[in-house]
């Protein structure tokens, strides 16, 4: 009994996993794309300020400390809403936050960091470059106009379909299910744009990013609707885009840093 506790409980984490945004392998990806892209000041002073880590070593920290009591504040900075132009707007401020918010907050501060503490830098750090990976992702960019909440028949040539929640899918599975690479092999396989391509991507404002995205990945509503059953040709359509997105947060990613740092 004991045994079954403990899968179902297993089977259960796995399910709520798409509370979150990419996994471990995304935001990893963004994280070594940036940290390649970094300039050797940007990448000293900010290695300085992580105790010595890189910042994939911290790319999903804001995932794992969100529902502590000193970081609780945070746990709704992780998705951006866009209205019916699909842009985002000062007036769609929740209360409590938004990935928008969070990054930009960031970055003000960390305009004139070297008047903060050390521990201040830090984790201002740690928000952008979460954040910058959270803004990306198609489930995190939250569509006024659209439905976000429903469940798909998720399969592949390994498995029968298993119901899953459409956030859950383009959080972790197709990732999972497509690319069982280390994440230095993706990034070395994504970050390969010339040097004027990188930097038409990193060009403009988060809220400009916000806004490519949002146009972008609104084909995901047409992809994967209620209750179908999404198989190798979704793949096909779904892992082009995520890998665009994982690419192009890498190199806004460290054109920000580079900016702050460099």
Known sequence: MKKLLLLLL???LLNTGSVFGWGREGHETIAKIAERNLTKKAKKRIEKYLGGHSIVYFAKWMDEYRHTPEYKFTNNWHTAPVNAELRYEDSMLA???????GLEQAIENLKNYRSLTDSAVEVNLKYIIHLVGDMHCPAHIKYTTHDMKYDVLFEDKYHKPHKFPIHSVWDNEIITTTRIWSV??????????PK?????VAAGTPRDWLHDNAVVCE??????????????????????????????AGYRLARVL?????
């Open 95 to 101: 209360k409590n936050g938004n990935a928008i918010y």
């Open 10 to 12: 297993f089977a259960g």
């Open 219 to 248: 084909a995901q509503f047409e992809w994967a609707k209620p209750g179908q059953r999404l198989g190798q040709d979704f793949l096909n359509e779904a892992l082009p885009l995520i890998e665009r997105q994982i690419r192009n």
């Open 184 to 193: 230095s092999e993706w990034a070395d396989e994504l970050d390969r744009l």
């Open 258 to 262: 580079n900016e702050l740092f460099g």
């Open 196 to 200: 004027a391509e990188r930097q038409a």
